[in-house]
């Protein structure tokens, strides 16, 4: 079973559209692929009505999937749900109320912005969004494109990243109603690439360890090109929880060389495949 299960599409801050992601999943070889854009679930609709009218045919199992951006212990987390009902009500509130956080922190990133001398920043950012849900790479996007960076990573490390000027706090939903939303709404809640908010192995603990008590079902152990003792660390702290594992690319761009879609490193056989568990339960 080749899986991958995050990844992103122009429905979020991915570049390929939905169904062209799909097809380079196909060519990758991938058998399960989940489309988790953050905070949105509208790639998805528009695959699985593609694939339900026949319009479009694949051999790839479609997981629908989404990815929440919330708080824990005061810091940004983002967890993954996945084998979601896209029209269940809950959720659809959370989204919404989701998007409403992100337009409103774009105002703010904007005029912080435009404060150190840079023009448009608004306008510019919401033309790269276009239809999709806005977020801090249209900004960066934006940056470069009026050349006030030379490339998106640049645009994050001086301008949008941690503690920066575009950094603007948001009040997001508490783990805790994001995990029972997911549920509620039919799915897993994964807790997604653990080892990329730089925490100590101390926090790292007790991030994975607020994640279990707020009943999470699985954890991200594979994220894109990650190296493989970062991989067994990562196992070796999930023992004292009840967790599965999950994994995925994170894919947003063919320009992403580190890992295109499904080529992230094998999860180890001691992890139980959130999959697994979930056929098991079907
Ligand atoms: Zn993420
Ligand atoms: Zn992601």
Redesign the pocket.
Known sequence: MLADL?T?SLASDGVLAPAELLARAENNGVNLLAL?DHDTMSGVQALQASLASGELQTTVELVPGV?ITTMVNGACV?VVGLWLDSAHLGLQRLLNGQRQVRVERAERIAFKLEREGMQGVLEGARRHAGDAVISRPHFARYLVERQYCTNEQQAFRRWLGKSKVGDVACIWPELEEVVATVQSAGGVAVL?HPTKYGLTRTKLDCLVGSFSEAKGDAIELVSGAQQSNVTNDLLKLCERYPVAFSTGS?FHSPAQTWCDLGQQPAMPEAAEPIWTLRQAAA
């Open positions: 995050h992103h988790t990815e983002h997604a994170d």
